[in-house]
């Protein structure tokens, strides 16, 4: 059974750099048909999605956050990772990692639990 | 693209709660729809129009034609307060969910 876990820290300060990482068990990060995505929810908001990754590292970006994110995959450590730099107030969110079987049209299943992420200034 | 959800459905035990998602065209398109209770992350209930995932109860089924999506929960328990939200993948727009709907059991 597929699982994922967010981890990363809860604070972050105006201007920095997010960063997050999803540690995946219960299957690889590297088996094809498998996608990895990030998305987010504001306080009180709608789901977002922010961006996602192949199996073999090709990248997707929500194009209002293509300049400031990055996704990436580690192999090695079965896990993927996002980066968000220059972050401001409205970057504040429930961030959750999840897993699809593919990019143009899939559902994403399952989730990771969330993370909150608090921009502080 | 936008998905235009109802912000609330009220619905008594055991009755049938109806959950739309207006989008142009949506029946074109692929619609997954995800429950998510207070404090917990989405859970992929109806994917592809109306397919369940193992584990979903029959009472949650999914139909998709012309510019409206529809989520159907029937025999409506308590357990099923929570809000939904339907998603659809774009070329223009990529992932776009739609702005949630609250299901209550009165």
């Known amino acids: 059974q597929l699982q994922l876990q967010e981890s990363g820290p809860g604070l972050v300060k105006s201007s920095e750099t997010l960063s997050l990482t999803c540690n995946v068990s219960?299957?690889?990060?590297?088996?094809?048909?498998?996608?990895w995505g990030w998305l987010r929810q504001s306080p009180g908001e709608g789901l977002e999605w922010i961006a996602s990754?192949?199996?073999?590292?090709?990248?997707y970006y929500t194009m209002s956050l293509k300049s400031r994110v990055s996704i990436s995959l580690d192999t090695s450590k079965n896990q993927f990772s996002l980066r968000l730099t220059s972050v401001t107030a409205a970057d504040t969110a429930v961030y959750y990692c999840?897993?699809?079987?593919?990019?143009?049209?899939?559902?994403?299943?399952?989730w990771g639990q969330g993370t909150l992420v608090t921009v502080s200034s | 693209y936008v998905l235009t959800q109802p912000p609330s459905v009220s619905v008594a035990p055991g009755q049938t709660a109806t959950i739309t998602c207006g989008g142009n065209?949506?029946?074109?398109?692929?619609v997954h729809w995800y429950q998510q209770k207070p404090g917990q992350a989405p859970v992929l209930v109806v994917y592809d129009d109306r397919d369940r995932p193992s584990g979903i109860p029959e009472r949650f089924s999914g139909s998709n034609s012309g510019d409206t999506a529809t989520l159907t929960i029937s025999r409506v328990e308590a357990g099923d307060e929570a809000d939904y939200y339907c998603h659809v993948w774009d070329s223009s727009s990529d992932h776009v969910f739609g702005t949630g709907t609250k299901v209550s059991v009165l």
């Open positions: 219960g299957g690889s990060v590297s088996s094809s048909t498998n996608y």
């Open positions: 999840a897993h699809s079987s593919g990019y143009y049209a899939d559902s994403f299943d399952p």
């Open positions: 065209n949506i029946g074109s398109k692929s």
């Open positions: 990754v192949s199996y073999s590292g090709t990248t």
